[in-house]
């Protein structure tokens, strides 16, 4: 079975920073594709980084680029989202998915992620 359990979100003022994790189990981070997506009231999920499975190479969206840094801990099965700069447009719940192949390159797509946390809320007042 599956789970990934993502943490660190929480209320922050425009400019501020957060750290969220995202804690696996029952797959090997280093071995699949990780991706973090968010989803704001009234609009679509949308794709926020990814970083592929032998963690080197990562991708952004053009919004995150430059401020949002997604990294992974294999000894601790865990991927990490840090929001520097944050915007109140970067208010969204964050979730946190695994992709559905071994050894696949970073994606946008969410289709093709097929384990995905509960999300955790980020509200980031101005």
């Known amino acids: 079975q599956v789970q990934l359990v993502e943490s660190g979100g929480g209320l922050v003022q425009t400019g501020g920073s957060l750290r969220l994790s995202c804690a696996v189990s029952?797959?090997?981070?280093?071995?699949?594709?990780m991706g973090w997506f968010r989803q704001a009231p009234g609009k679509e999920r949308e794709f926020v980084a990814a970083?592929?499975?032998?963690?080197?190479?990562?991708r952004y969206a053009d919004s995150v680029q430059g401020r949002f840094t997604i990294s992974r801990d294999s000894t601790k099965n865990t991927v990490y989202l840090q929001m520097n700069s944050l915007k109140p447009e970067d208010t969204a719940v964050y979730y946190c998915?695994?992709?559905?192949?071994?050894?696949?390159?970073?994606?946008?797509?969410?289709?093709?992620?097929?384990?995905w946390g509960q999300g955790t809320q980020v509200t980031v007042s101005s």
């Open positions: 998915a695994a992709h559905r192949t071994m050894g696949w390159d970073t994606t946008s797509r969410a289709y093709e992620y097929k384990y």
């Open positions: 029952g797959r090997t981070v280093s071995s699949y594709a």
């Open positions: 970083i592929n499975w032998n963690g080197g190479n990562t």
